[in-house]
């Protein structure tokens, strides 16, 4: 996925019926204020801990939210949940982690032990 494109593209896109996806609801579009959207804006700036939500078709066994490492390329998992609605309550900041200023909040969804596929989102989050 393009580096803007989950600031400026439309959400909705053509998808077949069958198709299993996942979307990340939360944050988006707006400015959050310690987990609540105060301003509607073109991207997602979050201040404070702010609960990421998915929304998931129903063969979506569980959802892995990730944020890549300060050093290095494969994300690293935040939180796995298991049980709808899947969410993560992102309250925290590690020291080796990528997760203030701008942040890729990237999901990965399965449907099977072996089959996943990702989404991400791009946000500027600030740690008061």
């Not at 988006?28 to 991207?43: A, E, H, L, Q, T």
């Not at 925290?92 to 032990?113: C, I």
């Amino acid at each position: 996925m393009h580096l803007f494109s989950s600031l400026y593209a439309p959400s909705s896109f053509q998808r077949e019926e069958n198709d299993s996806y996942v979307e990340i609801t939360k944050p988006r579009n707006g400015i959050y204020f310690f987990d609540i959207k105060i301003m509607p804006v073109f991207g997602q700036i979050v201040i404070g801990a702010v609960t990421v939500e998915v929304e998931a078709t129903d063969d979506i066994t569980h959802v892995e939210f990730m944020v890549p490492p300060k050093v290095g390329c494969r994300p690293i998992v935040l939180h796995n949940d298991s049980s709808r609605p899947f969410s993560y309550y992102w309250n925290a900041s590690h020291e080796g982690l990528k997760d203030r200023g701008f942040v890729n909040m990237m999901v990965r969804w399965y449907t099977g032990p072996h089959n996943f596929t990702d989404d991400d989102i791009f946000l500027l989050r600030i740690i008061p």
